[in-house]
């Protein structure tokens, strides 16, 4: 089946750093990817949608200046938490469809700490 | 509007009873698609199976069985003679064409917990 890697797994450093996630699409050319946040015991937030070669689209609510999310390349997109707080601590997880009535291929997620 | 109701917020069963999670959904659309995923503690989400709105015919692999039925609007799953590695959180999803940008809507999810 179809395969997205996500990367790192798990990030801890101090308040104030930059922190970027990639995720990557293995088997297939994604023109669409999601970035999700899921805080402990809850469900999927949807933060935004990246388009390959396009701005990304964000939910409402969702800083874009905070989530800086870039779609390069029909197999990558990568999400940059620009000065991250304690309050950006969660589990950030993306995945990849080939269309609309397609599953969602998931990343095995990023567990983000900030100290 | 768009939404996926996932009633349960936590089933615990002992390990070989049978364990049906429940999902209802709503849309306008007449063209939609259904979907569970499994996110075990590890966390990475698992897809589990697609079921578009022209087929009710339930389906069964191995343990796992889904019940479709348009007239109540649901997507059950059942697990049959449960097993410790059913443990997991499962996610009912539903993703239309002309609703939400064609973006899948997901339910809150359902934390099953199965003791041995």
């Known amino acids: 089946g179809a395969v997205v890697s996500q990367h790192p797994s798990r990030v801890i450093c101090k308040s104030g750093t930059s922190v970027k996630i990639e995720c990557r699409s293995l088997d297939f050319q994604a023109t669409t990817m999601f970035w999700y946040r899921q805080f402990p015991k809850q469900s999927l937030m949807l933060m935004a949608t990246?388009?390959?070669?396009?701005?990304?689209?964000?939910e409402q609510g969702v800083e874009k200046d905070k989530f800086l999310i870039n779609h390069a390349s029909l197999t990558l997109s990568t999400l940059t938490v620009t000065s991250a707080h304690p309050e950006d601590s969660s589990f950030y997880i993306c995945s990849a469809s080939r269309q609309w009535d397609q599953p969602q291929h998931f990343g095995d997620g990023t567990r983000l700490s900030i100290l | 509007a768009q939404k996926v109701t996932q009633a349960q917020t936590e089933i615990s069963v002992v390990e070989k009873e049978d364990v049906t999670l429940d999902c209802v959904y709503e849309?306008?659309?007449?063209?939609?698609?259904l979907f569970w995923y499994k996110q075990p503690p590890s966390g990475e989400l698992v897809f589990l199976i697609r079921r578009n709105s022209f087929d009710e015919q339930n389906e069964i692999s191995g343990r796992y069985s889904w019940n479709f039925q348009k007239s109540t609007s649901s997507f059950n799953f059942t697990i049959t003679a449960s097993q410790v590695v059913d443990s997991a959180v499962y996610f009912c999803?539903?993703?239309?064409?002309?609703?939400?940008?064609?973006?899948?809507?997901f339910g809150d999810g359902t934390t099953l917990t199965v003791k041995p």
């Open positions: 999803a539903l993703s239309a064409p002309n609703t939400n940008a064609g973006k899948s809507t």
């Open positions: 990246s388009n390959e070669g396009s701005k990304a689209t964000y």
């Open positions: 849309t306008r659309d007449t063209t939609y698609y």
